[in-house]
C-alpha cells in the first residue's frame, strides 16, 4: 500500500466531510454534535470560515492517521521497501 497516497485520499476524504457536515449544519441553523470538535480544532466554530477551518484540520488530521495506519498496515503485512 502506497503511504503517500493513501495518506493524500484519507486527508481529502475526512476534509471533504467536515466541510460539507459544517456547511449543512450552518444552513439548518444547528450544529449541537459539530460544536464539540472546537476542542480539538482551534478557531473552528459552525459557520461557513469555520467549514474552510474544519477542511484544513480535517485534511491534516485525516493524512496523518491515513499515513499511520497504512504505515502500520505495511509493517504488519512485511511490505515495507527501503526508504
Avoid: C
Avoid at 470560515?49 to 509493517?75: C, E, P
Amino acid at each position: 500500500m502506497n503511504v503517500k497516497a493513501f495518506a493524500l485520499a484519507a486527508g481529502l476524504l475526512l476534509g471533504f466531510l467536515l466541510f460539507v457536515a459544517t456547511l449543512v449544519e450552518t444552513a439548518r441553523d444547528e450544529g449541537h454534535t459539530l460544536i464539540l470538535l472546537s476542542v480539538f480544532f482551534i478557531g473552528y466554530s459552525i459557520s461557513y470560515l469555520g467549514s474552510l477551518v474544519a477542511l484544513i484540520y480535517g485534511f491534516v488530521s485525516g493524512a496523518l492517521v491515513g499515513a499511520a495506519f497504512s504505515w502500520l498496515y505495511n509493517r504488519l503485512a512485511g511490505k515495507v521497501r527501503p526508504a
